[in-house]
């Protein structure tokens, strides 16, 4: 509940410091919407595809709107009962994106994760529609939010191509994982019990626990190496996990790829080639370089 | 000083009285830079809240940091006779022509120093350049919430010790709110006026440069007692002055 008055107060500050008229969530009306739905602008390109908004309204309503809303703001007759909350898409911030932090993703990346669903959610995988339905999905999605009409997606983050494992960048992984602390909230060993774990909320004001390495359940935002390299760079907007772009460079992200891997309870190849490295957890009390 | 280094400065001076005079002639920033200004000093009446002490056992870093001198929240701040520090102010009404316009081309910092953050509110005008750079030896994840509808998107980054600054912008008025996920107990402002603003000292005095003469409307906003606004005018060589008084609940 400290959380709520938080929030009051920063709509509050807002408002006032700006003397401008803060509408908030309701400011797109369905007449806006409406209006936009019939511009070219308003589709989605994926490939050779390209979804149309108006096509996806009966699936939407049919398979959607319970979670997400008739207005697309995440308060569907089911949301009450759903931790996390279905996504706001009046808002436009994704968990799931191929670009950098604070920027809109790209329609391949909504298409990808409507067919993906997100693990640990209440979001299922959607992957019995078309794959023209799923384009018209992200069309109609993109309506929802003003900001597609004045924003471009931001520019996808490149990954080079993945280099061989070896005993030395596993090691080196380990030393970018302590270096840049994901273990503060993590866990030395990827078990999400790092020290601010239990104090972590989303924005909404919500707690939400870092992912768990050592439980292996599938990444919300994909399961493969290059998933794993992207989530990192770009950080998963609407939660406390950061993007590290900055601060990691891409020989070094690989490394980290690698390190992960053998924390999570599967066979895999990194964990057989780090086997002879007895590697032991990182030491959380050793703190600085 | 030797005559050439006497030289070059009078050379130097020149230019920058050329440079003036042609302000004036274009009738840009320049000519009204400096031409008025608005003072004061922001009070708060009654006994101060009291700030509790921060535990920061997540992080035996911050703690060591803050070994012999206890770390305090930091929401309201007040310094001798009362003087009440972290007050931006700003111009809400009566600016017009370029000063409401230009972009200061200063660039404010926000530093993150022992698990703090310094200061604890950094204000900017829309599309000023600022900076969030760290001292710390320790991670930090800078995480501003703009809230929904105001124009300005909010973004997560994480900033380990050495990290390069961030330089970034906002597009919009708005108080934002800013936290690092890490360490929760880190939470400032980073608030976005539009035109010359100032942010009240430890004394509680503040002043507001770069306006021409005319009549304004003064806004003071502080995180904890909302808002206040004066009319003030402010006449060729005679700065204006508005005093603010906000009460302890």
Known sequence: MRRKSFDCRRLAAAAAVGGMSLLGRAQVTEYQQHQWLNTPAASSHIGNLTGRPKAAAMVYRRYCVVCHGELGDGNGESAQWVDPKPRDFTLAIFKCRSTPTGTLPTDEDIYDTIARGLDRSNMPPWNTFTRQERADLVAWIKHFSPRWQTEKPGQRIEIPPEPEITPERIKAGQDVYARVQCWKCHGAEGRANGPSASTLQDDLGRPILPYNFAEGGRFKCGTTDRDLYRIFMTGMDGTPMPSFADNIKPEEAWNLVFYLRTLQPFPSKQKEIAKPLGLKPINPNATGP | ?249
């Open chain 2, 1 to 249: 000083m030797n005559r050439n280094h006497k030289r070059t400065l009078v050379a130097v001076a020149a230019a920058l009285g050329l440079a003036s005079v042609a302000g004036l002639i274009a009738g840009n920033r320049v000519s009204a830079a400096g031409s008025g200004s608005i003072t004061g000093t922001v009070k708060l009446s009654g006994s101060p809240p009291h700030m509790k002490g921060i535990d920061m056992s997540k992080d035996p870093y911050c703690v060591k940091q803050h070994e012999n001198n206890p770390a305090k929240m930091e929401n309201v701040v007040v310094g001798a006779d009362g003087g009440l520090q972290n007050v931006v102010l700003y111009i809400s009404e009566g600016l017009s022509g370029p000063e409401a316009s230009a972009t200061p081309s200063e660039e404010p910092v926000v530093d993150q120093h022992n698990c703090m953050y310094v200061p604890h509110v950094v204000a900017m005008d829309v599309n000023q350049k600022y900076k969030v750079t760290t001292t710390d030896q320790t991670t930090h994840n800078i995480h501003p919430l703009p809230a929904p509808g105001t124009g300005n998107i909010g973004w997560n980054k994480s900033q380990p010790a050495g990290a390069p600054p961030i330089e970034t912008t906002w597009k919009a008025p708005e108080a934002i709110s800013v936290k690092c996920n890490i360490h929760p107990w880190m939470h400032g402002w980073h608030v976005v006026v539009k035109g010359p603003y100032a942010i009240s000292d430890a004394s509680g005095t503040y002043t507001i440069k770069n306006l021409p003469p005319g009549s304004y409307t003064v806004t003071a906003w502080h995180e904890e007692y909302g808002t206040q606004t004066q009319k003030v005018t402010v006449a060729a060589g005679q700065p204006g002055k508005a005093d603010f008084t906000f009460k302890a609940k």
